[in-house]
């Protein structure tokens, strides 16, 4: 009993709770405890280069002052006021609840992500807080982020109409090909006939 007791008092192995190094490492893209969805933000936001991911990654873990993973209304209270562009406490929250997808009100790596991607997509306000977080931040999605996305749906595009016009040569060799093989059917034909005269 007592072996029992000493084992019930053990408990299961606790989990990656989100205090824990793995439960902090939803930035890395590994699951934030749970069974999460591995989140890559390479490949999620493919509009953005990788140094530009690098440098929101570092301005993220920079103002996420808890190091919990997450930019909580305090964390971002301070970082606009770092920022130049202090909000009030109903403006961070509608900063917040802006990108908030999963309504936690704080924001994780992947919602600090959004912010520069509706930057980049010319999706904020002028006089919001999210823009002024944005543009002051430094990081230039403004030209290079629509660029990225641009030349990424353009190269998206250009490989369907490449892949297009490469289906289109090889029907076009088949064709060659298949004439050639017609044609020299016909030769063999006719040469055969005008053996079958000659032996006549």
Do not use: C, W
């Not at 053990?10 to 709770?17: I, Y």
């Not at 793995?22 to 934030?32: A, D, K, L, T």
């Not at 808890?66 to 970082?79: A, H, S, T, V």
């Not at 994780?108 to 904020?124: C, H």
Request: no cysteine; net charge neutral.
């Amino acid at each position: 009993a007592e072996e029992m007791a000493g084992r019930r008092g053990r408990g299961p192995e606790p989990g990656p709770g989100p205090g824990s190094p793995v439960g902090r490492m939803g930035i890395e893209g590994s699951p934030g405890g749970g069974g999460r969805r591995v989140f890559s933000p390479a490949s999620e936001f493919r509009e953005f280069s990788r140094r530009q991911l690098r440098d929101m990654e570092r301005l993220f873990r920079q103002y996420d002052a808890g190091k919990d993973g997450f930019i909580d209304l305090m964390e971002l209270k301070l970082m606009m006021e770092k920022l130049g562009a202090p909000q009030t406490h109903l403006g961070l929250k509608n900063m917040i609840k802006e990108v908030d997808e999963d309504l936690d009100s704080k924001l994780s790596f992947r919602e600090f992500l959004l912010i520069f991607r509706k930057a980049a997509a010319g999706e904020l306000q002028e006089d919001s807080g999210l823009h002024a977080l944005a543009r002051l931040s430094e990081i230039d999605v403004s030209t290079e982020g629509v660029k990225g996305a641009k030349s990424f749906f353009e190269a998206k595009v250009q490989a369907i109409h490449d892949a297009s016009r490469f289906e289109e040569e090889i029907k076009a060799e088949q064709e060659e090909k298949k004439k050639q093989a017609e044609e020299l059917k016909q030769r063999k034909a006719a040469f055969k006939e005008l053996q079958s005269t000659f032996k006549q």
